[in-house]
Protein backbone atom coordinates (compact mmCIF):
# COMPACT_ATOMS: atom_id res chain seq x y z
CA UNK A 1 0.00 0.00 0.00
CA UNK A 2 1.11 3.67 -1.26
CA UNK A 3 1.19 6.10 0.80
CA UNK A 4 2.49 9.55 0.90
CA UNK A 5 2.15 11.65 3.99
CA UNK A 6 3.22 15.56 3.84
CA UNK A 7 3.87 17.85 6.93
CA UNK A 8 5.06 21.21 8.06
CA UNK A 9 2.06 23.10 6.52
CA UNK A 10 0.75 26.33 8.54
CA UNK A 11 0.36 29.70 8.54
CA UNK A 12 3.35 32.12 8.18
CA UNK A 13 3.49 36.13 7.71
CA UNK A 14 4.72 37.59 4.44
CA UNK A 15 8.48 36.70 3.87
CA UNK A 16 8.93 34.08 6.57
CA UNK A 17 9.93 30.50 5.60
CA UNK A 18 8.33 26.62 5.83
CA UNK A 19 9.67 23.24 5.54
CA UNK A 20 7.86 20.81 3.80
CA UNK A 21 8.28 17.25 4.22
CA UNK A 22 6.48 14.30 2.58
CA UNK A 23 7.62 10.86 3.63
CA UNK A 24 6.45 8.03 1.26
CA UNK A 25 6.03 4.69 2.00
CA UNK A 26 5.28 1.41 -0.55
CA UNK A 27 7.47 2.22 -3.32
CA UNK A 28 10.87 2.08 -3.80
CA UNK A 29 11.42 5.86 -3.45
CA UNK A 30 14.81 6.35 -5.02
CA UNK A 31 13.48 5.21 -8.44
CA UNK A 32 10.85 7.95 -8.67
CA UNK A 33 10.50 11.54 -9.63
CA UNK A 34 9.14 13.25 -6.78
CA UNK A 35 7.18 16.75 -7.15
CA UNK A 36 5.86 18.86 -5.17
CA UNK A 37 2.06 20.96 -6.35
CA UNK A 38 0.05 23.34 -5.23
CA UNK A 39 -4.02 23.99 -5.78
CA UNK A 40 -5.41 27.58 -4.50
CA UNK A 41 -8.96 27.75 -4.50
CA UNK A 42 -10.89 28.52 -7.40
CA UNK A 43 -7.19 27.41 -9.15
CA UNK A 44 -5.93 24.36 -10.82
CA UNK A 45 -3.44 22.36 -9.49
CA UNK A 46 0.54 23.13 -10.75
CA UNK A 47 3.79 22.06 -10.42
CA UNK A 48 5.86 23.85 -8.03
CA UNK A 49 9.05 21.67 -8.03
CA UNK A 50 10.29 18.25 -9.26
CA UNK A 51 13.19 16.33 -8.38
CA UNK A 52 13.87 13.36 -10.58
CA UNK A 53 15.26 9.97 -9.14
CA UNK A 54 18.72 11.23 -10.55
CA UNK A 55 18.93 14.33 -8.57
CA UNK A 56 17.91 16.86 -11.37
CA UNK A 57 15.56 19.82 -10.50
CA UNK A 58 13.02 22.14 -11.88
CA UNK A 59 11.25 25.04 -10.68
CA UNK A 60 7.98 26.65 -11.53
CA UNK A 61 9.15 30.44 -12.20
CA UNK A 62 7.17 31.32 -9.54
CA UNK A 63 9.41 29.07 -7.44
CA UNK A 64 12.81 29.90 -8.59
CA UNK A 65 15.69 31.67 -6.22
CA UNK A 66 12.90 31.09 -3.15
CA UNK A 67 11.81 27.61 -2.57
CA UNK A 68 14.49 24.84 -3.10
CA UNK A 69 13.60 20.89 -3.19
CA UNK A 70 15.72 18.20 -2.19
CA UNK A 71 14.88 14.44 -1.16
CA UNK A 72 17.08 11.96 1.21
CA UNK A 73 16.55 8.34 0.10
CA UNK A 74 17.46 7.02 3.06
CA UNK A 75 14.79 8.34 4.92
CA UNK A 76 12.13 8.07 1.88
CA UNK A 77 11.34 11.48 2.20
CA UNK A 78 11.07 14.83 -0.19
CA UNK A 79 11.25 18.50 1.26
CA UNK A 80 10.11 22.17 -0.22
CA UNK A 81 11.91 24.96 1.59
CA UNK A 82 10.01 27.22 1.21
CA UNK A 83 11.72 31.21 1.55
CA UNK A 84 10.50 34.28 1.10
CA UNK A 85 6.59 33.46 0.72
CA UNK A 86 3.98 35.76 -0.40
CA UNK A 87 0.62 35.41 0.41
CA UNK A 88 -0.10 34.18 -3.58
CA UNK A 89 2.11 31.17 -2.40
CA UNK A 90 -1.06 30.13 -0.10
CA UNK A 91 -2.63 26.82 -1.28
CA UNK A 92 -2.76 23.00 -0.31
CA UNK A 93 0.56 21.73 -1.23
CA UNK A 94 0.62 18.10 -2.25
CA UNK A 95 3.20 15.71 -2.91
CA UNK A 96 4.03 13.22 -6.28
CA UNK A 97 5.68 10.43 -6.78
CA UNK A 98 5.94 9.50 -10.63
CA UNK A 99 7.44 6.60 -12.28
CA UNK A 100 7.26 5.78 -15.79
CA UNK A 101 9.45 3.02 -17.70
CA UNK A 102 8.38 2.48 -21.67
CA UNK A 103 4.60 2.41 -21.25
CA UNK A 104 4.28 1.80 -17.85
CA UNK A 105 3.72 4.59 -15.61
CA UNK A 106 2.94 4.56 -11.70
CA UNK A 107 1.63 7.90 -10.26
CA UNK A 108 0.89 8.59 -6.73
CA UNK A 109 -0.63 11.58 -4.66
CA UNK A 110 -0.41 12.03 -0.95
CA UNK A 111 -3.36 14.32 1.01
CA UNK A 112 -2.21 17.47 1.11
CA UNK A 113 -1.02 20.26 3.56
CA UNK A 114 -2.23 23.65 4.03
CA UNK A 115 -0.10 26.80 3.64
CA UNK A 116 -1.33 30.00 4.31
CA UNK A 117 0.91 33.19 3.87
CA UNK A 118 -0.89 35.93 5.80
CA UNK A 119 0.18 38.93 8.06
Known amino acids: QVQLVESGGGLVQPGGSLRLSCAASGIIFSTYDMGWYRQAPGKQRELVALITSGGMTNYADSAKGRFTISRDNAKNTVYLQMNSLKPEDTAVYHC?????????????WGQGTQVTVSS
Open 96 to 108: NADWKWLAISKSY
